[in-house]
Every structure is written in structure tokens, then in C-alpha cells.
Antibody, heavy 121, light 106 residues
Framework: EVQLVESGGGLVQPGGSLRLSCAAS????????MNWVRQAPGKGLEWVSY????????YYADSVKGRFTISRDNAKNSLYLQMNSLRAEDTAVYYC??????????????WGQGTLVTVSS | EIVMTQSPATLSVSPGERATLSCRAS??????LAWYQQKPGQAPRLLIY???TRATGIPARFSGSGSGTEFTLTISSLQSEDFAVYYC????????FGQGTKVEIK
């Protein structure tokens, strides 16, 4: 059974940093592209970042470019999101999602349960 | 950026009835369209990809259609567990989501 379990969320002050983790199991992690998708409270879904199976190709949404860094450790079956210079508008539930990428985009076939990040003073 | 617009925002349906949800893209996305279901406090679940292919384990009462800029998700006979928010997502050029349609009990 595919499982994705996020951790690392919490309350942080504006300008602060946080590192999210996603532990994967039930599939060959190193063979799949991975993504982070977020959802602000009561709002819709927003794709945040993508990383290829090897980690060699990375993309970010414009809203987080230059502040967030995605990475992965295939030996540990883990995905990460380092978030710096956090803003109030980054407040959201952050989901780790396995991606099936087609040409210039992809859909997400498995999702974690999410971890809440709250940016507030 | 491709903008996805879903309608209606809320759909009130009685159990056993058919529900039809619409999704429109601001430019053609071919058949690169997915649908997700999200219940309160839960992660989204993939229902449909490729505009019309059901994901693993999704009941046959869910069907998707359309191509280009106009898409439809149909739930043929609503069950109690189907009341939720539904999102469409294009992946023809990066990935963007619609704002969601809430299907509620009438």
C-alpha cells in the first residue's frame, strides 16, 4: 500500500524557516517524481514544487521561487521542503504528492495526509 | 498561466440523483485533465485522469468527459460518501487547479 506521511509543520513567525519531511513507503520511491501541493485554510489547491526521480530536475511555483527548496533522499525514501523567509500567505496545509508527469505537467495519484504550516506573529 | 474555472460553486443533489460538474480551461489543455475528490479534513483523492480514465479503485458511477477547454465530471447516482468538494486540474502546461465544486445534500 502506498503511504506518504508528512511531518515538520507548525507555528512560525514571519521571516522564519521550517523544514517539512515526507516519508514514503509501499512503492519504489526512487522511480517516481514527487511534488509538494498546498492548501490555504478554506481555499483551493496550489502546486508548489516538483522534483524528478533522481533529483536532477526541480521546478517551483513563482510564489515560492527563491524562498523554498525541494530535495529528496532516495536512500531514505524521503522528500523534503525547506521553507525560508516565510510569509503569512504561506499559511496552508502542505501535502506531499506522488506525480505522474506528462510532457510539461502532471497529475497526482497519491497524497499524504498533510501537515499544517502557520505563519503568524 | 492556464486558469481553470469550475461551475457551479455549490451543487445541491439528493442521494441517488445524478450530479454533473463542469470545468473550463482558459486555453486548450487537450485531454490533460484530472479530477479529485476531497472530504473535510482529508487529502484529495484522484478520481479521473486523461479527462476520462478512472483511477485505480474508483467506482464506475464516476465518469469524466471532454477535451480542449470544456470538461465534465458526472456522478451517475450519488451515494452518501460522494458528498465532498471536487477539483479539476490541468496538466498540459504545468499544473493548475480549479476553485472547486462542493456537492452537498439537498
Amino acid at each position: 500500500e502506498v503511504q506518504l506521511v508528512e511531518s515538520g509543520g507548525g507555528l512560525v513567525q514571519p521571516g522564519g524557516s521550517l523544514r517539512l519531511s515526507c516519508a514514503a513507503s509501499g512503492f519504489t520511491f526512487s522511480s517516481y517524481e514527487m511534488n509538494w501541493v498546498r492548501q490555504a485554510p478554506g481555499k483551493g489547491l496550489e502546486w508548489v514544487s516538483y522534483i524528478s526521480s533522481s533529483g536532477s530536475t526541480i521546478y517551483y511555483a513563482d510564489s515560492v521561487k527563491g524562498r523554498f527548496t525541494i530535495s529528496r533522499d532516495n536512500a531514505k525514501n524521503s522528500l523534503y521542503l525547506q521553507m525560508n523567509s516565510l510569509r503569512a500567505e504561506d499559511t496552508a496545509v502542505y501535502y506531499c504528492a506522488r506525480g505522474i508527469m506528462i510532457t510539461f505537467g502532471g497529475y497526482f495519484d497519491y497524497w499524504g495526509q498533510g501537515t499544517l504550516v502557520t505563519v503568524s506573529s | 498561466e492556464i486558469v481553470m474555472t469550475q461551475s457551479p460553486a455549490t451543487l445541491s443533489v439528493s442521494p441517488g440523483e445524478r450530479a454533473t460538474l463542469s470545468c473550463r480551461a482558459s486555453q486548450s489543455v487537450s485531454s490533460n485533465l484530472a479530477w479529485y475528490q476531497q472530504k473535510p479534513g482529508q487529502a484529495p483523492r484522484l478520481l479521473i485522469y486523461g479527462a476520462s480514465t478512472r483511477a485505480t479503485g474508483i467506482p464506475a458511477r464516476f465518469s469524466g468527459s471532454g477535451s480542449g477547454t470544456e470538461f465534465t465530471l458526472t456522478i451517475s447516482s450519488l451515494q452518501s460518501e460522494d458528498f465532498a468538494v471536487y477539483y479539476c486540474q490541468q496538466y498540459n502546461n504545468w499544473q493548475t487547479f480549479g476553485q472547486g465544486t462542493k456537492v452537498e445534500i439537498k
